[in-house]
């Protein structure tokens, strides 16, 4: 990703930002509105739960907002220890269903920081692709490499060249999609973070495929 | 003067929340009905077949099918229903596109009277025939 890139990148954050934020704050001014001009509505117990609810979606907003500035700030310390990388994949997907580990494997990390990296990795797949997600790890030299297959439809070139930047959320034309597309780019952080890397390609066929090196236990 | 009391108007939104405060906004708003929701555009188009509203609060950015193709139906399929483009963010992309459908751009607001100023102005032909 070049510098003309990266302001684009960064511009659409606040549009995301925005369009993430608008939905909460046009709802609970408008219920404070109804509520207020009408204090005796009948529908108030349904206003106020409506009123909660995006409030709560407001807090999550700004927290989400926030963990990016605090994984920068405060990155898992501590020893490293040995992670068996497909323990920690199955743990953080959602379900028992369509997740393939066909060959796990050791990195030598702080278990914190894979937990976060791979969580991230799983809620992308769910989100974006289809199942089953196929996991396998090799050793090669001094670090392993995770490979994540993870099947879908055919990537539009800028999903896997911005897969990794903030406030990428797929590209398909003007579909909305949730969250704020940090996921990613945390992770991205936590491998560095951990001496290793991470990165993302198209896979054959439709879908992506993300690569994990870590170093080995 | 219009007597707005009998607008009646579908909404589409994919946010639950969303639809839920149009309609009592529109609903404690004097003159406006809401006859029907949708959550995308497929499904607004069918709501509107049904319902024969005189307007249509149509977001842009949804699953599905967009507010952007769908506002190209409707302007196809029901030329004399009012469209007025609802949405979280309006950039340059979104005004140019809706000024080419002949689509007025209204940013949510928790305040509903840009909305319902604008779902007036959507419906000319109701306006002349009413004066």
Known sequence: ?????????EQRAFNVIGHELRTPVTTVRGL??????????????????????????LEALVDELLAVSGVMTALPAGPAEPVDLGESMTRAWPDD??????QSGLALARRQSVDRILAAIAENAVAYGERPVTLAARRAGTVTVL??????????????????EPFWRGERAVTRRPGL????????????????????????????????????? | MIDASDIRVVVVDDEPDIRQLLQIQLGYADGFQVVGMAAEGAEAVQVIGETAPDAVVMDLLMPGVNGFDCITVLRQEFPDIGVVAYTGVAGEFVRNEMERRGVEVVLKSGDVRPLTDAILRSVPSRRVSRD
């Open chain 1, 1 to 9: 990703v070049d510098e003309q890139d990266r302001a684009w990148v």
């Open chain 1, 32 to 57: 404070a509105e109804v509520l207020a001009a009408n204090p005796d509505s009948a529908e108030r117990a349904d206003l106020t739960d409506s009123l909660l609810r995006n409030a709560r979606r």
């Open chain 1, 97 to 102: 269903k369509g997740l393939v580990v066909a």
């Open chain 1, 147 to 164: 490979v994540i297959d993870s099947p879908g439809a055919e990537l539009p070139g800028e999903d896997v060249k911005f897969a990794l």
């Open chain 1, 181 to 217: 597309g940090l996921g990613l780019t945390i992770a991205e952080v936590l491998a560095h973070h951990e001496g290793g890397r991470l990165w993302v390609e198209a896979r054959e066929g439709g879908g992506m495929v993300t690569y994990l090196e870590l170093p080995a236990a």
